[in-house]
């Protein structure tokens, strides 16, 4: 895959093809008895997919597949303030993979309980996770959705690469003060967004802050973004849940 930018000393490019699968969702109201058995199938279609070698948390991306007990299927409660109740994020094996095991969530019941915008793209870079990390303790998510504007189009090769290297001062921060960064996956070939990032955060206070840090090195002049921050909860808490 080519990379839309360049690695850096934070950023390196992830091989094979493995593939995201986000999701911003918004709850249904279900038929009578439906909650429950849509529930149901859709956890035993996520065992599925699990068994054919996808990841079905943020902590589970994290921690590269190596530990199931990190890898309950789990969401981040959006709803306190954003237009969506929840977001996550899956990873399947490839990205045919990705778009026939969210038909196949779709058809087990997950379209009955939420209306759901699907994101899926290749992963670009591999996640970052360093000593400040407090691993599983940190329960707070925060999904960075952004495209490259008409200033990046504009840039040549050496004011984006002067780019790339002033915004790695940003991100070193961020993991030296604890974010565990989820790598970063491609979206343009089928959305109006090019990248996703995913930061597990140990507070929101820690997200103002890191976000003072990449305006001060002016991450946001070559891109459009918009932002999700939530705590994580158990898919199967958050069917529950009205």
Same mark, same amino acid.
């Given at each position: 895959?080519?990379?839309?930018?360049?690695?850096?000393?934070?950023?390196?490019?992830?091989?094979?093809?493995?593939?995201?699968?986000?999701?911003?969702?918004?709850?249904?109201?279900?038929?009578?008895?439906?909650?429950?058995?849509?529930?149901?199938?859709?956890?035993?279609?996520?065992?599925?997919?699990?068994?054919?070698?996808?990841?079905?948390?943020?902590?589970?991306?994290?921690?590269?597949?190596?530990?199931?007990?990190?890898?309950?299927?789990?969401?981040?409660?959006?709803?306190?303030?954003?237009?969506?109740?929840?977001?996550?994020?899956?990873?399947?094996?490839?990205?045919?993979?990705?778009?026939?095991?969210?038909?196949?969530?779709?058809?087990?019941?997950?379209?009955?309980?939420?209306?759901?915008?699907?994101?899926?793209?290749?992963?670009?870079?591999?996640?970052?996770?360093?000593?400040?990390?407090?691993?599983?303790?940190?329960?707070?998510?925060?999904?960075?959705?952004?495209?490259?504007?008409?200033?990046? =189009? !504009? /840039?040549?090769? @050496?004011?984006? %690469?002067?780019? #790339?290297?002033?915004?790695?001062?940003?991100?070193?921060?961020?993991? &030296?003060?604890?974010?565990?960064?989820?790598?970063?996956?491609?979206?343009?070939?089928?959305?109006?967004?090019?990248?996703?990032?995913?930061?597990?955060?140990?507070?929101?206070?820690?997200? =103002? !802050? /890191?976000?003072? @840090?990449?305006? %001060?090195?002016? #991450?946001?002049?070559?891109?459009?973004?918009?932002?999700?921050?939530? &705590?994580?909860?158990?898919?199967?808490?958050?069917?529950?849940?009205?």
């Amino acid at each position: 895959m080519t990379l839309l930018s360049e690695e850096t000393e934070v950023f390196e490019a992830a091989p094979g093809q493995r593939c995201a699968v986000l999701f911003l969702a918004r709850r249904r109201t279900p038929g009578p008895g439906d909650a429950g058995r849509s529930a149901r199938a859709v956890a035993e279609q996520l065992e599925v997919l699990r068994a054919q070698g996808w990841l079905l948390s943020v902590d589970g991306i994290l921690a590269g597949g190596g530990r199931r007990s990190a890898d309950t299927p789990t969401v981040y409660d959006t709803g306190f303030s954003h237009d969506v109740d929840f977001v996550g994020m899956f990873e399947a094996p490839t990205a045919s993979d990705a778009l026939d095991g969210t038909l196949a969530l779709e058809q087990a019941g997950w379209a009955r309980l939420l209306r759901t915008e699907w994101l899926i793209g290749p992963k670009e870079f591999l996640p970052v996770v360093g000593p400040a990390s407090r691993g599983e303790e940190d329960g707070w998510g925060f999904f960075a959705l952004w495209k490259w504007n008409s200033a990046w =189009q !504009a /840039a040549t090769a @050496e004011e984006r %690469r002067a780019y #790339d290297l002033e915004c790695d001062d940003a991100f070193s921060s961020d993991v &030296r003060n604890g974010a565990a960064i989820a790598g970063r996956y491609r979206l343009d070939s089928a959305s109006q967004w090019d990248h996703v990032g995913v930061w597990r955060v140990p507070s929101v206070a820690m997200v =103002q !802050a /890191a976000m003072r @840090e990449h305006t %001060r090195v002016a #991450d946001f002049k070559f891109t459009t973004s918009r932002h999700y921050i939530g &705590r994580r909860t158990r898919l199967d808490d958050a069917f529950r849940r009205k």
